[in-house]
């Protein structure tokens, strides 16, 4: 797979990087600083677009042949956003209140290319069966809760034995739909070369 633009992802996040590489893209990691606070009145699932949109407007665009990727990812219980946790009883507290409950993750994406900015989302609906406080305290003292929307990944141990059902893509989850990145760049892709 070959796209002849240069595709910049201007997130810091490694799950994305990841996701990228293990989908075949090329790519270069140039992370913008953005103000990651929002309206408070703005809808929850609106969030994420527009921190992806900010993250995107802030790269210096100045050749159109470059593709700009900029995504963010929130988490939702009960109506309201979970950030990445400050410290160790945040993310246990944030835990406890994913366990035996279903909560949605929504990413953003804003995909500059070709002078236009597009600008979409993937919701999945996650399941946490009941954790015990001893999965919880495992999780959060062996792995790295504090980087992530919610306090947890989907691909480490809490959610590798907690989550038991998943309605939409595991990806969008564990930080970047590239299902629909991958429809969005489709225009620019040739393949066998």
């Known amino acids: 797979m070959k796209i002849s633009e240069k595709i910049i992802l201007v997130s810091a996040s490694p799950r994305r990087r990841q996701i990228l590489e293990e989908a075949g893209f090329r790519f270069e990691v140039i992370p913008t600083a953005v103000d990651e606070s929002f309206d408070p009145d703005l809808p929850a699932e609106k ?13 210096p665009y100045e050749d159109p042949r470059q593709i700009i ?10 109506g309201r956003i979970l950030n990445k946790p400050e410290d160790r009883q945040e993310a246990v507290e ?6 035996d409950n279903t909560h949605r993750v929504v990413t953003g994406v804003c995909i500059r290319a070709n002078n236009s900015l597009i600008t ?4 999945t609906l996650v399941h946490f069966k009941a954790l015990s406080p001893q999965e919880i305290d495992y999780y959060v003292d062996h792995f790295s809760p504090y980087d992530k929307a919610g306090g947890y990944g989907v691909q480490d141990f ?3 034995v907690g989550i ?3 309605e ?9 739909p590239v299902h629909q990145v ?5 225009p620019y892709i040739r393949f066998g070369e």
């Open 168 to 176: 939409g893509s595991f990806y969008n989850v564990m930080g970047l």
């Open 182 to 186: 991958y429809h969005h760049l489709k």
């Open 69 to 78: 990727l900029g995504a963010d990812t929130v988490v939702i219980v009960n």
């Open 164 to 166: 038991d059902r998943l």
């Open 47 to 59: 969030v994420p677009e527009v921190l992806a949109r900010r993250k995107v407007e802030a790269f």
């Open 158 to 160: 809490i959610g590798m």
């Open 94 to 99: 944030m835990l406890k209140g994913l366990s």
């Open 120 to 123: 979409f989302s993937d919701t």
